[in-house]
């Protein structure tokens, strides 16, 4: 009986042991592998690579937006021995003093140096400025986040060089090279390009699957978010573990960035130059002029051929590169109230008038409602609905459509825009771009169609749209889009800002876009001969209302002027295309407020005298 408690004992601790063997069987010989993984994970330290955003670029490989390589100086303590850790320190800070470098110090001014010395254990004997600075580099080293600190940010290239040759084969000192992203010109095309935000919690909600962190920057509008998952780059990682003496030095694992891909645009920056420019001059003409209320405008250029934005120009515009979000010049462009941040060009639905009077013509003649040959009678005056009478600038007699369009007869269209009806109106002008999103890339307004879009109708109101006015607002790229239908012939293509796409290296192309048709206006060519030749009158017949401003233009320009009544001074608004043999790019300017069309035309005449020198040039 006395031997029955050392037998249970001896049992248990036979149990015990044995669970321990089944154990440490398991940690080393079954699945030793995998643990010592999981223990070297533990210990090792994290080194990441930043992920580069692909950069913007003109049609031509001009930098729009750009990433500049800049180097640091960062330091990895975990790394640096505990012998060589003040010599070392004190070496980097002499070598930044002599190449003019400025180096990291967020230490206190009135920090206790001394006591800080003893906190860590410096043993030297050093002057105050030598101990200061040792002093500032252990308190950053001790209070930044992560496992890496920043000794030195920007640094020059021969600090690079010297740091480089000092630290040779020493362990916890790295150049890393980072990279700067910036508009080459801040002001040129800001409502274009777009820019980058933090990720919000919304869109880190949708996001987060697709690698996106809280930290992480996102395109919150223009080009740099409607190509995001182009332009993205992708983050490096490297896991190193210590070895037996405990130098971190051993790859895990290495996962490589992915620098995001370059993103061309069909914008010339030349001509989006030219645009801008002028748009700006011929406002400040305009104010100055009389227009008291004359502040912004908007002017695009497309390319007839594959309708291409060529510019988009919006007034007033501002400096991309001093743009964040919440940041203070952001306050101060909200609180302006000529709304710079407004992208007139795509966004801006205005009145457009008398443009609109080549798309009834070609309507009423595809709907045989009138011919070339049909004339109105002009008295200044159309009473045909007493509620509605329709003014016309000059008493012009009986007028026909070449000399209608020439002379901008609001008789002669309010009669034409009776014959027709609205809902005949409005479907052609929908199948030419207006008051239709015209395939751009970038967020863009629908713009107001009359009849369609209105709440209410009556049959008087369809003179006054097809004049131009009524309900009618449009984007100055839909007016382009409209212009570029009629000089093709006839024929819509979607209109787009982006050329291709090509890897970072610009090397391999990756994506191209290529013409795309959206309709056609089922208009007979002899019917789109007849308004373009009424459109060529524009600007060649003497009583034409471009004529002083383009008779002697070297190159023969269809056009259409327009004047739209509005709160405030009338819009201006601009329609044209050329050479008229053989149309190549086609423009649309609004000047808001403007008063008259005459600085709309000098905006557009600006641009195509900027195309055509640089096409000869």
Known sequence: MKRKPYIICVVILSLIFAAFAVRLADWQLFNGAEYRAVAARAAAVVVT????????????GKGLVTNTAHHAIVLEPSRISENERDRLLLTLIELTEQTGDKRTDELDAGADIRALKKTYKINGDYDDSRLRGL??????????DGDTYTFASDVSEACVSAVSEHTQGIDGVEIQTYHVRSAEQPSLAPHLIGALGAVSAEEYEALADKGYGFTDSIGKFGIEAACESELRGTGGEQLLAPDADGDVSNALETTNARRGNTVWLTLDSDLQKTASESL????????????????????VMLDVGDFSVLAAASCPTYDLNSYSEYGDYYIKLTQDESAPMFNRACSGSFACGSVFKPCVALAALREDVITPETTVYCARFYDYYPSNIVACMHYHGEENLFTALAHSCNVFFAETGRRLGI??????????GLGEYTGLEIDESR???????????????????AIGQSDNAFTPMQLATYTATVANNGTRLRTHLVKKITDYSREKTLSQTLPETVCDLGVEQKHLDAVTKGMLDVTQSPEGTAYGEFADFPVKVAAKTGTAENAGSDHAAFICFAPFEAPEVAVAVVIEHGANTTFAMRTAKDMLRAYFEKKES
């Open 49 to 60: 690579a930043e992920a580069v955003r692909g950069e913007i670029l003109d049609c031509s």
């Open 135 to 144: 002093v500032s580099v252990l308190w950053g080293m001790e209070h930044t």
């Open 280 to 299: 700006a001059d011929n406002v400040r003409a305009a104010r100055k002029a009389g227009a008291e209320d004359c502040t912004a405008g908007a002017a």
């Open 423 to 432: 809902e005949r109106m409005s479907d052609f002008a929908a199948k030419a």
């Open 447 to 465: 713009g107001v169609l009359a009849g369609r879009d209105s709440d209410t109708w009556t049959a008087g109101n369809t003179v006054q749209a």
